[in-house]
């Protein structure tokens, strides 16, 4: 079964430092989710993407936080400067255009920030 | 603000028991209600959903009870096995939104062999 897949599995960085993680979602989905999941709640969304154009970023810190998906695919979510309360699970997700599509998670990134 | 909430935190069930989680939920454009599973190390995967047109929803050992008049959803796991010991986080969406899932806070629930 196809998976969407996530890189790197597991990240630490020091405050302050730049970091970026990257998804590549299932072939064919044109909608495409970054989340936030902190640990010990469930996840919340930070930026939905309908091909390369951003539909929903109302919860994306973007004084820090910055997404994109140039050519439709695959996406890089990026934070700059790092804080500590950004350590958390960074789970991208993919689904087809249109309602009633489901949505199908990557294992994450988990990041700690020191 | 939480536009779901879940209980219980966790629970522990004997293998061949019921694990029951329920979900509250405030917001009445709510119109799709999935369930979804999730491992430690992994991220969550969808088992079942619910539409408000309908009270329950069966599949396999899986079942959704919707109550909409009490604004309530809950997940019944008919005899759990060890294998079921994960974390499950009821999620809401509107059509309007979709994508835009609201989660519980999640449940572990542990099956004892």
């Known amino acids: 079964e196809a998976e969407v897949a996530q890189s790197p599995r597991y990240k630490i960085t020091e405050k302050s430092q730049a970091v970026a993680f990257w998804c590549d979602p299932i072939s064919g989905h044109a909608t495409l989710y970054w989340y936030r999941q902190i640990l010990g709640q469930g996840p919340e969304l930070l930026v939905q993407?309908?091909?390369?154009?951003?539909?929903?970023d109302s919860q994306l810190p973007k004084d820090r936080f910055s997404a994109e998906r140039l050519k439709g695919v695959d996406s890089t979510l990026k934070i700059q400067p790092a804080e500590l309360g950004d350590s958390a699970m960074y789970l991208c997700a993919s689904s087809l255009e249109g309602l009633n599509s489901p949505l199908h998670f990557g294992n994450g990134t988990r990041l700690t920030v020191t | 603000q939480q536009q779901v909430k879940q209980s219980p935190q966790s629970l522990i069930v004997q293998k061949g028991g019921i694990s029951i989680i329920n979900c509250a939920y405030e917001?009445?454009?709510?119109?799709?209600f999935p369930w979804y599973q999730q491992f430690p190390g992994k991220g969550p995967a969808l088992l079942i959903a619910?539409?408000?047109?309908?009270s329950e929803k069966k599949e396999g050992r899986f079942t959704i009870s919707f109550n909409k008049s009490a604004k309530q959803f809950s997940l019944h796991i008919m005899d759990s096995q060890p294998g079921d010991s994960a974390t499950y986080f009821c999620a809401a969406m509107t059509t309007d939104s979709w994508g835009k899932l609201q989660f519980g806070a999640g449940t572990q629930v542990v099956v004892t062999p």
């Open positions: 993407f309908q091909d390369e154009s951003v539909v929903d």
């Open positions: 917001n009445t454009a709510f119109d799709y």
């Open positions: 619910i539409r408000p047109d309908v």
